[in-house]
């Protein structure tokens, strides 16, 4: 099945373009990719572990959910789809902003950060994206990182995600102000 991708401009504005997935972009292009991070209670970020056929990293760790939007998809609607594609978990995302949007050389990748609790058991992997999943602390990924079983992100936004994950705002809210 071909996946389709609106096609976005430096001012995040659709274009009414439309690319297929692994065309080549033309100068100026850009789509729109979306990652969720669930958090538990005790801190914890819920990780997949990607399919060993799959073509980029395969086997590696990696973030809760993420892809990219196809056409049509909002943001949020995104972020909803390839949660529950690639885990079965089913979140209504419609009012919820991205606590980060990152810019990157050819799109936009918004970042959710969504406290809950979910049973491991209860999960619904999809095969051809998902081998595994399980909690992990800041601390577990970073060394996952090291070891090269986790995909590379920089250690320091592994720990942003885990310190901003229940507010909006990279400025602490648990301190009072002078």
């Not at 990607?50 to 892809?67: C, H, I, N, V, Y």
């Not at 991205?98 to 095969?127: H, S």
Request: charge should be negative; glycine fraction near 8%.
């Amino acid at each position: 099945m071909t996946e389709l991708w609106d096609i976005y401009d430096a001012e995040r504005m659709k274009t009414g373009r439309t690319m297929t997935r692994g065309g080549e972009f033309k100068e100026g292009d850009l789509h729109l990719v979306v990652h969720v991070c669930i958090f538990n209670r005790e801190g914890k970020m819920l990780i997949q572990q990607r399919q060993t056929f799959k073509e980029s990293w395969p086997g590696m760790w990696d973030l809760t959910a993420g892809g990219s939007a196809t056409v049509g998809d909002s943001s949020q609607a995104a972020a909803a789809r390839e949660l529950e594609e690639e885990l079965g978990i089913r979140l209504d995302l419609e009012n919820v902003r991205p606590q980060l949007t990152i810019n990157f050389e050819r799109g936009f990748n918004d970042v959710y950060l969504i406290e809950k609790g979910i049973d491991l058991e209860q999960l619904t992997l999809q095969y051809e994206e998902v081998r595994d999943a399980k909690w992990a602390t800041a601390d577990e990924i970073e060394r996952m990182i090291e070891d090269g079983t986790f995909i590379p992100y920089y250690p320091s936004l592994i720990r942003l995600l885990f310190d901003i994950r229940s507010q909006y705002g990279c400025r602490r809210t648990d301190r009072r102000q002078k």
